[in-house]
């Protein structure tokens, strides 16, 4: 029951000892997550104790990854060096960099995400609240406990909507809740998780949310149209910003009706996608979807 993140992962922090890395390695720790060490290479030979365990300082993902298995960092770096520990995972032949970061410059996001892909490793973000797999794993800034696990697959480019969803829906519960990020650059996109959610076989609804800028939200109402079998569900966050402003995450740039909440409602209700109003519209549409649905199958 999950995408990209399971109770299996062995996963890397990236700026461990920093402040927020040792808040959320914390919080990760708390919620299940296998963190098997930090990376620092400046305090490599070091532990750090959370509570009731101790986690190891390497000096590198690469020493990191031979001495424990690691399958996953999460990137906590300042800006200025996030492209740098992208790279440096991604020649270590890591599967999976989450990105936390904000802040970064485009130009870096630009680099870093494709050499990443061209080295085979998937990054999330960046600037994202990272992915959880309820009761499995949770890599990055996602409250553990707002939710369960369930069958409802989540993709988000909104922090705070993807917490506001998780928590409307927690009776029901999540296979995995991916952040992707707002940001113009990301590693994955909507349709990267369309299609992993669609191939895993206890998703039983996905849940698309979106926001006003660029055209994200329309490329993967053209997927839903042509690839996806499963139902979805979409939320677009921006119905009442102005255009010709940047709102919010800085991808979120209006123009004329290019990238307008109106414009991708109509896409992904085209693709046959019910759009909620509001998130908790939304919410209500995924239960009375949801039960629809088990109503056919059980006639």
Do not use: W
């Given at each position: 029951?999950?995408?990209?993140?399971?109770?299996?992962?062995?996963?890397?922090?990236?700026?461990?000892?920093?402040?927020?890395?040792?808040?959320?390695?914390?919080?990760?720790?708390?919620?299940?997550?296998?963190?098997?060490?930090?990376?620092?290479?400046r305090k490599a030979g070091r532990t750090v104790d959370f509570d009731d365990r101790?986690?190891?300082?390497?000096?590198?993902?690469?020493?990191?990854?031979?001495?424990?298995?690691?399958?996953?960092?999460?990137?906590?770096?300042?800006?200025?060096?996030?492209?740098?520990?992208?790279?440096?995972?991604?020649?270590?032949?890591?599967?999976?960099?989450?990105?936390?970061?904000?802040?970064?410059?485009?130009?870096?996001?630009?680099?870093?995400?494709?050499?990443?892909?061209?080295?085979?490793?998937?990054?999330?973000?960046?600037?994202?609240?990272?992915?959880?797999?309820?009761?499995?794993?949770?890599?990055?800034?996602?409250?553990?406990?707002?939710?369960?696990?369930?069958?409802?697959?989540?993709?988000?480019?909104?922090?705070?909507?993807?917490?506001?969803?998780?928590?409307?829906?927690?009776?029901?519960?999540?296979?995995?809740?991916?952040?992707?990020?707002?940001?113009?650059?990301?590693?994955?996109?909507?349709?990267?998780?369309?299609?992993?959610?669609?191939?895993?076989?206890?998703?039983?609804?996905?849940?698309?949310?979106?926001?006003?800028?660029?055209?994200?939200?329309?490329?993967?109402?053209?997927?839903?149209?042509?690839?996806?079998?499963?139902?979805?569900?979409?939320?677009?966050?921006?119905?009442?910003?102005?255009?010709?402003?940047?709102?919010?995450?800085?991808?979120?740039?209006?123009?004329?009706?290019?990238?307008?909440?109106?414009?991708?409602?109509?896409?992904?209700?085209?693709?046959?996608?019910?759009?909620?109003?509001?998130?908790?519209?939304?919410?209500?549409?995924?239960?009375?979807?949801?039960?629809?649905?088990?109503?056919?199958?059980?006639?």
């Amino acid at each position: 029951m999950a995408i990209y993140l399971t109770k299996e992962s062995k996963v890397l922090v990236q700026g461990m000892t920093g402040g927020e890395g040792m808040k959320h390695t914390r919080r990760m720790l708390a919620a299940g997550t296998n963190v098997v060490g930090g990376v620092n290479p400046r305090k490599a030979g070091r532990t750090v104790d959370f509570d009731d365990r101790a986690v190891p300082v390497f000096g590198s993902v690469a020493d990191g990854m031979r001495a424990t298995g690691a399958d996953v960092t999460v990137v906590f770096v300042p800006p200025a060096f996030a492209k740098a520990a992208v790279v440096e995972a991604a020649d270590a032949g890591i599967g999976l960099a989450v990105v936390i970061t904000e802040g970064i410059p485009v130009h870096d996001s630009v680099a870093f995400t494709a050499y990443a892909k061209r080295n085979g490793t998937r990054v999330i973000g960046p600037n994202c609240p990272g992915l959880i797999t309820p009761g499995q794993s949770n890599a990055g800034i996602i409250p553990a406990d707002i939710t369960k696990p369930g069958r409802i697959g989540l993709v988000s480019k909104s922090g705070t909507l993807t917490y506001q969803l998780m928590y409307e829906l927690r009776d029901i519960g999540f296979s995995t809740c991916v952040g992707i990020g707002g940001d113009p650059v990301v590693g994955t996109s909507h349709i990267d998780c369309l299609a992993a959610f669609q191939d895993d076989p206890d998703t039983e609804l996905i849940v698309l949310i979106g926001e006003i800028g660029g055209d994200a939200e329309e490329r993967a109402a053209a997927y839903v149209r042509a690839h996806v079998t499963k139902p979805v569900v979409g939320y677009i966050a921006g119905f009442t910003a102005p255009e010709g402003k940047t709102m919010g995450h800085a991808g979120a740039i209006v123009s004329g009706s290019s990238g307008t909440a109106r414009a991708k409602q109509e896409a992904l209700e085209a693709a046959g996608v019910q759009v909620g109003g509001t998130p908790t519209d939304t919410a209500r549409l995924v239960l009375d979807r949801l039960n629809t649905e088990r109503d056919t199958t059980r006639s």
